[in-house]
Structure formats: C-alpha cells, structure tokens
C-alpha cells in the first residue's frame, strides 16, 4: 500500500510524537485494529488504526489517498498504554 503524506504535516507530527509519517511505510495490516473517526465532521472519511510497525504497536490516522491502493497519512505515533492495553485484550 502507497502512504502519501503532506511534507508540513509530516515535520509537525515529528515535532509533536517523535515519528515520520513515512514509518507507516512499515505498518502491518495484518495486524492492525480499524475504525472510522466519526467525532466530528471532518469533511472527509476518517480512520484511526492501531498496529504493529515493527514490534511497537502505532496509531494512525489516515484517509483515502488519491488512488485505490493509497492511504494518506495524518497522524501516527506510539500507542499509549492503556491503547496497548486494550489491543492486546483484543487480540
């Protein structure tokens, strides 16, 4: 899957959890949580996915990327422990 991200977007999330959004680059699906961010009205379908890059569960938030088999980026950082917590009393 192609992950396209803004290059602004991607310095801020950086700056702010430490993780470029190119990381999700190496997310795997296979293991990953999934489901639409429906707070509020954000203009456009919305997700949050928790799962593993690596051995350290993210999160990521994307939407549709401009073609089928893309993704854009929005935000990814490390889990925190209690989304650590509930992942693994999922899985």
């Known amino acids: ?3 396209e991200f803004d290059p602004i977007k991607n310095e801020a999330n950086v700056a ?7 990381a999700a680059e190496g ?3 296979d293991t990953a949580f999934e489901r639409e ?19 350290r ?10 073609h089928e088999d893309a993704i854009r980026a929005i935000s990814l950082r490390l889990a925190e ?8 009393g999922q899985v």
């Open 1 to 3: 899957m192609e992950i």
């Open 16 to 22: 702010k959890h430490g993780v470029s959004l190119r």
């Open 27 to 29: 997310f795997d699906w």
């Open 37 to 55: 961010d429906d707070r509020f009205d954000y203009g456009e379908a919305r997700f949050v996915a928790m799962g593993l890059i690596g051995n």
């Open 57 to 66: 569960l993210h999160v990521l938030v994307f939407t549709e990327g401009t």
């Open 81 to 88: 422990k209690h989304e650590v917590r509930f992942y693994y």
